[in-house]
């Protein structure tokens, strides 16, 4: 707050958001390369969390520029230079790096174990069966390591249809 300025602004919670964006943005580039690696159709669900998570962090930096910390400016500028086609927004570039880092870790392990070890298509590809068994899984194992992620999931789907999140105010919060 400045002296005399009167009206105190919030201060955003830049790190916090960008501890919670780390988290995010790391599940769904495991969720492109996973789509990608173990051909499951699931582009459509994780690619409109990324839009979302481009348009709240534009929207927010508009209304605040503290907010803009949250960007890697020397990313954001190798990514633009690659031409008009290229997505450089936050959630755009940033899950594309986390998924270029996931395919080569998966395909120096072993993609077949990649693609194996964790339950991918009842996150990618949903349906009656894979409900089921998501939802026997989750009541099996409540603390598990998969349900914590199939709960993060889900949280995000959420956000990416949800027009209303990236438009509510940023005050404080990204999320």
Known sequence: ???GAG???AEPDVWGAGK???FA???IGRLKAASELCGYHGRERWDAMVTAIDERYERCVMADSRWSALDDKAARKACETKGLDARCGLGSLNVQLEADKVNRRARLAGVQAFCDGFPW???LEPGPDNEKAKADYVKAHPQGEIT???RVFDWLKTLGRNPDWVKAPCH???W
């Open 172 to 174: 404080t919060s990204f």
């Open 121 to 123: 298509k009842w996150v």
């Open 1 to 3: 707050m400045s002296c």
């Open 7 to 9: 009206t105190a602004r």
């Open 148 to 150: 914590i992620f199939l």
């Open 20 to 22: 919670s964006l780390e």
């Open 25 to 27: 943005i790391g599940s």
